[in-house]
């Protein structure tokens, strides 16, 4: 009898693939700015710890992708994972939201 609860090795390639590699573009862009610019509403703690965050979750997802490519893409990721990298994501969005907005006035 075949688990429905997991998922086939084509399905991991056209959903998972893409995904790990927006979380990529989005954190490479988030470091770029957060490296880059000193953004006035945000401390340099604040700015300080985003940034190590995001440092954090490229290391994660770099070890993901590893792991996702050394098995021929036969395994997934657990949801665990990837919540707290969605919501990183939206909140770098965030910041660099606000900061083109300040930049516009």
């Known amino acids: 009898m075949s688990n429905s609860n997991v998922p086939g090795p084509e399905l991991l390639k056209t959903v998972l693939e893409p995904l790990l590699e927006d979380f ?3 954190f490479t862009r ?3 700015l957060l490296e880059t610019e000193q953004l006035s509403f945000m401390s340099h703690q604040e700015q300080s710890d985003l940034l190590l965050r995001v440092k954090q979750a ?3 997802l770099n070890t993901a992708k590893m792991l996702f ?3 021929d893409k ?3 990721i657990d949801m ?3 919540m707290p990298w969605h919501q990183l ?3 770098c969005w965030n910041v660099a939201m606000r900061y ?3 930049r516009e006035v």
């Open 24 to 26: 990529q573009h989005w």
């Open 30 to 32: 988030s470091r770029h």
């Open 58 to 60: 490229q290391d994660e």
């Open 69 to 71: 490519n050394a098995t």
């Open 74 to 76: 036969q395994v997934g």
């Open 80 to 82: 665990a994972t990837l």
């Open 89 to 91: 994501v939206t909140e």
């Open 100 to 102: 083109r907005q300040g």
